[in-house]
């Protein structure tokens, strides 16, 4: 081989290695926008860890593409309407790290109330328990869960025997935005928030936001920013948010007294 060839093998070679970075670097940004944008994780925290609660009760399945209707006592909360395999940003624990084949499963509340929290397990022949927990997800509206150990979705064909559900907590009154003395102009990564009303709200003021996108929630996690000392009538802040986007969030209740 003469250095004139051998030099030009080593071209092709290195164009070669540049294609194919190039087409990992575009899988992983396609993965990336799959779903919708993200802030950093900063400020924002988890909301409602739940407590309390209804003793659990077993759903009966038949296919793993039914509904399956989550019971507590005589009423049914929640209902199961599908399950897949998810890939995207994992944000169930605040990360928003990129992951495939993660089991998913879609619950829509069809209860008359807004519910806080719920835990929800599906159980399989082989011994293996799935586990999910949703909170702050308003009365006939729907959400995409994460398994919350990022376990990955068994397949089609397999179906789960029970479906539980647990720590079910419902709000005694509708969650409300506040709208009549706030009002909340969101951001990438910011909320502006002003009292429009002629009073002083003196306690601290709590705005709860989630992933959404078209007629879906994204996660069973709430995001929590706190304004600390309330607000002047009139006046105007502004409160950093980590995972607020104006595309890919929405304010689902605000505290404010």
Partial sequence: MNAKTSKKRKGNRAVLWCCLGAVVVLLGLTVYLALTSRGNVADAEPDIDGTGGTPVVTASINTAAEEIPLVTGTKQTLVICDMGSYAGLYMEDGSDEIVSGVM???????????????????????????????????????????????????????????????????????????????????????????????EDLDGDIYICYKNAASDLYYGGITYRVKIEGGLSAGELRQVMTGHYTVSGSKIVMVECR
């Fill in 104 to 198: 998913m499963i879609i619950v829509e509340n069809v209860s008359a109330s807004d519910l806080q929290y719920a835990e929800i397990s599906l159980s399989y022949e082989d011994g293996t328990t799935t586990a999910f927990s949703v909170s702050t997800l308003p009365a006939g509206e729907k959400a995409v869960l994460l398994e919350k150990n990022r376990l990955s979705y068994p397949g089609d064909g397999v179906k789960p025997t029970s479906a539980l559900v647990s720590n079910v907590v419902l709000f005694d009154t509708p969650m409300t935005l506040c709208d009549s003395v706030l009002e909340i102009i969101g951001l990438d990564g910011a909320l502006n928030v002003r009292n429009v009303s002629d």
